[in-house]
């Protein structure tokens, strides 16, 4: 595809949809095609595999409010193949143009109502939570609680853990676990969401905790996609194992002590 179709992918989704849409105009039906030979494969190949990809962009303008006129997608999808298009490249590509910037304001105004959402929702689950019995809140606003006491040794936030974990939101959907995964997580507790840089370190190792943790001591107000802005995150951990941190050479520490 040249010139107009590589200036939006809303042009690629108006030839995508065509493949699960256009009208039958003979009597073959869906049933009926013939996909016995290579060439015939590469070709329906080519139209199926635009339209499973790109298909999603027009439910997607539906969904933010804006319509689509199938019939008109078949017809240009149409015209264009037969070069008798009815509106110059220029116009298209200021028509599409024009979309995209509707299309991208309308993505902006939902992300935000979904993070004020967001933002309101974890502020009531927050004040709930805080209140229940076991639940210990501490001064950053870290919310947890002990489910199985360990006796081990407590990290520093320069170890790096061994853990299994599931994570979830306030409405109970998991987006993230080492359990389903089936091997437990490993990492240095300093290199991820404050959060768990805090809580961890309470932890004994053979302890398993559950922790509260508000947007700002996680992704704040950045969508993740699995975790939507300003969302509050659940996580119960287990630890179960610590890797001390390297002391630093006496040649480090001075060096350090001299900065």
Request: glycine share 8%.
């Amino acid at each position: 595809m040249k010139s107009i179709y590589k200036i939006s992918l809303v042009a690629l989704a108006v030839v995508g949809l065509t493949a699960c849409n256009q009208e039958q105009k003979t009597t073959t039906t869906a049933a009926e095609v013939k996909l016995e030979t290579e060439a015939q494969k590469q070709a329906y190949s080519v139209g199926a595999s635009i339209g499973k990809y790109m298909s999603g962009h027009i439910k997607e303008q539906e969904e933010l409010g804006l319509p689509v006129d199938r019939s008109l997608i078949i017809t240009g999808f149409s015209n264009g193949l037969n070069d008798e298009l009815k509106l110059t490249e220029e116009e298209m590509q200021t028509v599409l143009q024009s979309l995209d910037e509707t299309l991208n304001e309308k993505r902006q105004a939902q992300a935000q109502a979904l993070a004020d959402k967001a933002l309101a929702e974890s502020k009531t689950f927050l004040e709930a939570n805080k209140a229940k019995e076991g639940v210990v809140t501490t001064e950053s606003g870290l919310q947890y609680e002990v489910l199985t006491a360990g006796t081990g040794e407590k990290p520093a936030a320069e170890d790096t853990v061994e853990v299994h974990y599931v994570g979830t939101l306030t409405d109970g959907t998991e987006f993230d676990s080492s359990v389903a995964r089936g091997e437990p997580a490993k990492f240095p507790l300093n290199r991820v969401i404050p959060g768990w840089t805090e809580g961890v370190q309470l932890m004994p190792v053979g302890a398993k905790y559950k922790f509260v943790i508000p947007a700002e001591l996680a992704y704040g107000n950045r969508d993740t996609g699995s975790i939507p802005a300003n969302s509050t995150l659940i996580f119960e951990v287990e630890l179960l194992s610590i890797e001390k941190a390297a002391a630093p050479t006496a040649e480090a520490a001075t060096d350090g002590h001299a900065h």
